[in-house]
């Protein structure tokens, strides 16, 4: 698997969705996230027993779907406010019916 390069984003044209709080809070769970990954690493040099390994798998999948789920809500909340018609209601239903057709395609 090679490196994925990520396009610039002018920081100054983009509207940040996230604040300085939340932003931080983020990178802190990747920070958190990076370092369970290495400990797996680890275990595997160290010939740990697989379902050992696999449970700390598990556990990071869970993390990176936490942190998939709060980017979204962030971006979400910010797309509804700004990017959309109609009022609260009309906005969550329309996001809602999109990833629930999203979510049963995947």
Known sequence: MGIVTVPQIDSEAAKPYLDDASQKALADRLARLEGHVRAIRRMLLERRCADEILLQV???????????????????????????????????????????????QS
């Open 58 to 104: 598990a556990a990071v999948k869970a993390a990176l779907n936490k942190f998939s789920s709060s980017l979204l809500e962030h971006e979400l909340k910010a797309c509804m406010a700004s990017c959309m018609d109609g009022d609260a209601e009309e906005r969550l239903n329309k996001v809602t019916k999109v990833l629930s057709t999203l979510l049963k």
